[in-house]
């Protein structure tokens, strides 16, 4: 079978979303005997380190604001010196910026994990990814052709065991008694993540259920840390609240919990849904798009209403008072759901199939 050659190209300067999946795909697809991916970054990208770590072919490109002719240009030479079939692009800012000749015989796929603006930045190329079937929906609606709209979903890595000393350290570390019931969330600390919602939301929840204590840990950093730090002093729970900071391995800490919370308040798919299915953990999620499509109610997690403190409280309250079981039983569907629809596996053949597919089209 041809080896297949790809570039793959962000624009950004976080690290989010995208940024960790474009690094999964990448490391994915380089394990395959039929394909080889390069990556196109800005020279700032914090995705810089862990790319070339994992043995990525490294480019630059400046890709600045507005009409960046000159990386126009140089991503189609780009294309020509690596000899690209397919490339792939992430957000809009690097799909805007690719325009390939029309005598090229590269297939441009824009890979997209949100509801974005199409006209300008999206429209001009041959195929689309969306990460949820309600994704896929809208574009068609937008007008792209359905038959070069492609539901291709995430997936997370399968996490590493901790060990019962690496626990031990860990709540000795966060001052985290051995019995506490432990609420668990991370992310970038920005409005739509919702974790003003939670902090509120836990200062309704019983500071005990059954005689344990009930502790939140939110992992992440963002511009809205002291605006979150001065909340919870605020409504008296910083007491009760752990603040672990960016957690480059989050492993121990999703393991050191009982129970995972996705505040957000907007999401199209949710990685942190399936990072927490991963790690064995019930999900309570709220009812973003992302959130209604993985979460079957009652089955596999359960869903509370967006930017609604009282009811997210109600439904972690109610589901910690359920006890050990059920948390379990909750979890388990979740990993399964997983297993069956998320797999590095199951996402890498969707790419690759796709990626023959419009290769074959083109030709």
Not at 160 to 170: D, H, M, P, V
Not at 216 to 226: K, N, S, T, V, Y
Request: hydrophobic letters at 40%; charged letters at 25%.
């Amino acid at each position: 079978m041809a080896t297949i050659r790809s570039l793959h190209l962000i624009g950004s300067r976080q690290f989010g979303g995208a940024e960790n999946f474009l690094l999964r795909l990448v490391q994915a697809l380089a394990k395959l005997d039929d394909h080889h991916p390069e990556a196109a970054i800005r020279p700032q990208s914090p995705l810089r380190e862990p790319l070339a770590e994992a043995g990525i072919p490294l480019h630059f490109v400046p890709l600045r604001n507005g009409w960046d002719i000159p990386s126009v240009f140089k991503v189609r030479r780009l294309v020509r010196e690596t000899d690209a079939q397919i490339v792939q692009t992430y957000m809009g800012r690097g799909t805007r910026l690719t325009r390939l000749p029309k005598r090229s015989e590269a297939v441009h796929v824009a890979r997209l994990g949100g509801f974005y603006k199409i006209d300008g930045y999206y429209r001009h190329a041959h195929a689309w990814v969306g990460n949820t079937r309600g994704l896929c929906d809208y574009l068609v609606r937008e007008g792209l052709p359905a038959g070069r709209v492609f539901h291709i979903s995430n997936f997370v890595p399968m996490p590493r065991t901790s060990s019962e000393e690496e626990l031990a350290g860990l709540r000795q570390q966060l001052d985290i008694p051995e019995d506490a019931l432990v609420l668990f969330t991370l992310g970038r600390f920005i409005e739509i993540k919702g974790f003003d919602d939670l902090l509120r939301a836990f200062a309704k929840m019983p500071s005990e259920v059954d005689g344990r204590p009930v502790l939140l840990m939110i992992g992440g950093d963002g511009p809205l840390r002291e605006n979150l730090l001065s909340l919870a002093e605020e409504l008296r729970i910083a007491a009760r609240v752990r603040w672990p900071g960016w957690l480059k391995d989050p492993a121990r800490f999703f393991h050191a919990a009982n129970l995972f919370v996705c505040p957000s308040r907007v999401e199209t798919l949710g990685n942190v849904i399936l990072e927490g299915w991963a790690h064995g953990l019930p999900v309570v999620s709220t009812d973003t798009p992302g959130g209604k499509e993985l979460i079957v109610e009652g089955g596999n997690g359960l869903l509370a209403p967006r930017e609604n403190p009282g009811r997210l409280a109600a439904v972690c309250t109610d589901l910690l008072r359920q006890g050990d079981s059920i948390l379990a039983k909750l979890a388990s569907a979740g990993h399964d759901t997983l297993l069956r629809k998320h797999t590095e596996e199951a996402v890498v053949a969707g790419y690759q199939e796709m990626y023959r597919q419009l290769l074959q089209g083109r030709r």
